[in-house]
């Protein structure tokens, strides 16, 4: 078996996540909730809502990598440790910390900073997003730079085979729509958004995070991480720093990452976050990859004891 942990990113927060891990393992995952004083109690957004705060950029990021943190954590504690790691988006940055790359505060503190700084870039901005279904990677960018006479509109993320993400200023991403739809898409679903994330108009938040990144010491990593805006593994000349500017204006190149992990013989996935979403990726991406996903206690129990049984 090869072990890949991949970590939800933001849109998978739900109001109660991590309560019941907090009650049943109160000093592992207790601390990881407690790792950094914010300026709101990480604890009682996850456990208690609002959900529309939870749901804020500023917030979400670092209750979902709270999350992903205890839940590395723990399963750290049984002896399950990975051998590669990836995540989408705000993921990402739970991978770094499973890779050893980075501490549990200095993750906490950039993700707090980084989705500050998202909100930031996007307010005042009339954005949209639109899931595009069933229509190839070269129509849909046709249809994009077409409509970008409109406006910024890109492809945002390429989440698996025939389901594509599009951002940006919303009079361009609605034409894209419709050029999409001409171009044979089956489906263009309007999503609730609260900012054009990954695409040029982030490039504020990405200059925030380069400077942030001056000041960050970041370790050598345990295993590889699999980086989202290239899908794939960190090459010669590259750094991590760079990366992570680049990614929070850029393309989520999830598709591909699962390709990756698959090429570098990965055979099982973890997904830490709330629900499945990830895993319904590798399923429409790959059947060489067997996934499990911990969203709960019983999920996390359920795991342990198939992984230390298949091991035994």
Same mark, same amino acid.
């Given at each position: ?92 940055? =739970?991978?770094?910390? %499973? #890779?050893?790359?980075?501490?549990? *505060?200095? &993750?906490?503190?950039?993700? +707090?900073? $980084? ?51 599009? =951002?940006?200023?919303? %009079? #361009?991403?609605?034409?894209?729509? *419709?050029? &999409?739809?001409?171009?044979? +898409?089956? $489906? ?125």
């Amino acid at each position: 078996m090869k072990l890949a942990f991949v970590y939800a990113g933001q849109g998978s927060q739900k109001v109660g996540m991590g309560k019941d891990f907090f009650e049943e393992y109160p000093e592992v995952f207790g601390a990881a909730m407690d790792a950094v004083s914010l300026d709101f109690d990480v604890k009682q957004l996850c456990f208690e809502g609002p959900e529309e705060k939870l749901s804020q950029t500023r917030y979400t990021q670092p209750c979902m990598v709270s999350f992903a943190i205890g839940v590395t954590d723990l399963l750290r504690s049984e002896g399950i440790v990975p051998e590669g790691a990836a995540g989408l988006s705000l993921g990402e940055y =739970s991978a770094l910390y %499973a #890779a050893g790359v980075l501490d549990r *505060e200095t &993750a906490l503190r950039t993700v +707090a900073l $980084r989705g500050a700084a998202m909100e930031e870039a996007a307010a005042g901005l009339e954005c949209g997003m639109t899931a595009v279904l069933a229509l190839d990677r070269e129509k849909l960018q046709k249809a994009c730079e077409e409509a970008s006479a409109l406006g910024i509109v890109r492809i945002c993320n390429y989440n698996c085979p025939g389901q594509l993400v599009i =951002s940006g200023e919303k %009079a #361009a991403v609605d034409r894209a729509g *419709e050029l &999409a739809k001409e171009l044979g +898409a089956r $489906r263009c679903m309007p999503l609730k958004v609260s900012g054009p994330f990954h695409t040029p108009l982030m490039k504020p938040a990405g200059d925030r995070l380069r400077e942030h990144f001056r000041t960050v010491s970041f370790g050598d990593m345990s295993c590889p991480v699999y980086f989202n805006c290239k899908g794939d593994r960190l090459a010669e000349g590259e750094t991590i720093p760079a990366l992570l500017e680049k990614q929070v204006q850029s393309s989520v190149y999830w598709e591909d990452t699962i390709r990756a992990l698959e090429r570098d013989g990965f055979d099982t996935v973890i997904e830490i976050g709330p629900g499945k979403t990830l895993s319904g990726f590798f399923r429409k991406t790959t059947k060489a990859i067997k996934t499990y996903s911990i969203d709960t206690v019983a999920d996390f129990r359920k795991v342990v004891e198939t992984l230390k049984g298949a091991a035994s």
